[in-house]
């Protein structure tokens, strides 16, 4: 009879451990999504962000050269050129949300590894355009048109700030995008894991 009592409480024991396995599991399961969800959604809100920033300068440059535009070809290259950055990063912001918005819970965790990888790309290839292409042409052309206005020394001051503050927080949002993308990636390889243990 102790035998018997003692291999039902053994067994009510073993379900009581299985039932707080799972319960734990499910915790740290929900937490990794919850983790994994805010970060995209703040990939998703700052894309936004930028969008709009970047849909509201184009009137502020048109106004900019309806207003100047005419006495410096130079100034007058850059207005355009700035015009072009921003309609193509309108464009960029928009096709890398639409990206991101695939990311789901209610699909498997390999469809959300496939668009963040894919968002991730896009951000690596963002910045290659952006450092060796739109920093280094905006510099040039900045040069040239202050060089045909004669500018002053304060305003020489200026553009050299202005770039200074371009180069530096390009530097910041890569290494901040790196660590995020970083974060969002091992909470979805941890819910693979755990998703493939059960």
């Known amino acids: 009879m102790e035998l018997d009592d003692l291999k039902e409480a053994w067994t009510a ?3 009581r451990f299985k039932k707080n396995e799972e319960l734990k599991e499910s ?9 994994a969800g805010k970060q995209v959604n ?8 930028s969008v709009i920033i970047l849909l509201l300068i184009i009137p502020l440059i048109i106004f900019q050269i309806d207003r100047g535009g005419g006495k410096y070809w130079a100034w007058d290259i850059l207005m355009i050129f700035a015009i072009l950055v921003a309609c193509w990063g309108a ?10 918005m695939k990311f789901d819970f209610s699909k498997n965790v390999s469809n959300n590894i496939y668009c963040v990888n894919k968002y991730n790309i896009q951000l690596k290839q963002e910045t290659k355009i952006t450092v060796y292409f739109i920093v280094p042409v905006f510099a040039v052309l900045g040069v040239l048109a202050y060089a045909t206005m004669k500018a002053t020394t304060p305003l020489w001051i200026f553009l050299i700030c202005i770039f200074a503050i371009a180069i530096l927080s390009v530097y ?7 660590k995020n993308i970083s974060s ?4 979805l390889n ?3 894991d755990l998703k493939e243990e059960e």
């Open 13 to 15: 024991l073993d379900s």
């Open 27 to 35: 915790i740290i399961l929900e937490m990794m999504k919850s983790k």
């Open 42 to 49: 703040k990939f998703i809100k700052g894309d936004i962000i």
């Open 91 to 100: 464009c960029w912001g928009v096709y890398k949300i639409h990206g991101l």
């Open 172 to 178: 910041w949002a890569c290494r901040m995008n790196n």
């Open 184 to 187: 969002i990636m091992q909470s």
């Open 190 to 192: 941890e819910i693979k």
